[in-house]
Structure formats: structure tokens, C-alpha cells
């Protein structure tokens, strides 16, 4: 079984690294562009000692005590057989 | 319009920092783990200026283009409304 966490910054908190990108597309000729932001991603293989419910609950708290700062970032997560 | 671009290493490329990753979980006492991979997640907001078409061909060129190292990473993107 396979979970991906998605971990980006807040909506509220500015992120220079994504307007870095922005500008970098934009100056190379990309059209489009209204707002670029980055984020992390991890992709979790899990063994098959878990069941479903366990392991939905496991990965969302591996993503919400170490792979995201909840002061600044926000986590969505899925799992896939 | 939104798109999403996940850029990942491909399979055959080493992750140290998501082994890192995979042993601080372990010794945090998370179980059910088999392996832990990073990757990068962008989040890019268009504007209408582009039909479906447009955005899907100009996004696909931002990510093969710019956001990927092609020698270590590969990608997927989603467009959503």
C-alpha cells in the first residue's frame, strides 16, 4: 500500500521560494502564470502489516507530528492500494 | 484554473533524505513502514487567459522544461478548475 502526503504552506503565509519560481517562468516566456507555490511531497510505502483504518490513522500522524510544521504548513494526505 | 506538478526522483536514483526520513519515523515508534521517498510539489494558479488545451500543453512545458532535472527526476502534473 502506497500513502502520498502533500505538504504545502499556509494560505496566510508568504512563500518566496514559489515566487521565485513565478518570476523565473515568467521572465522565460511562460504564459499563464497567476501564482506559483512549492510544496513537499512524500510518498510512503507501507508493508502489509497494517490494516486500512490502521494505516489511514498511522500516516496522518506521521504527517501531522513530523512531516509538517503546523505553524506554517498544512498536510493532505491519500492512500493507495 | 490549478495545476499541480509533482516532481519526483525516478525509482532508480538513491533518496538519502527520504531514508533519513523513513529511520526518524521508524525510531519515532511509526509503524507499518517499508520506504519513504521525497519529492517536490508545486502548486501553480493560472489565470483564464487559457483554453483547457493551452494550460495543459503550457503546464506539461513548465515541468519537463524548468521544474524537473531530467537526469534524476521525473514528473506527473493534474490540472483542476
Known amino acids: 500500500m502506497h ?3 502533500y505538504v ?3 494560505k496566510s503565509v508568504l512563500d518566496p521560494q514559489g515566487k521565485t519560481i513565478q518570476g523565473a517562468l515568467k521572465k522565460l516566456g511562460y504564459r499563464g502564470l497567476e ?7 512524500f510518498e510512503i510505502t507501507l508493508n502489509g502489516g497494517l490494516s486500512q483504518a490502521e ?4 500516516v496522518e ?17 491519500s492512500l493507495e492500494d
Open 35 to 41: 501564482d506559483v507555490r512549492q510544496g513537499k511531497y
Open 61 to 77: 500522524r506521521m504527517a501531522r507530528e513530523v512531516l509538517t510544521n503546523p505553524v506554517l504548513e498544512e498536510f493532505r494526505f
Open 3 to 5: 500513502a502520498y502526503v
Open 55 to 58: 494505516a489511514e490513522a498511522e
Open 8 to 10: 504545502s504552506l499556509k
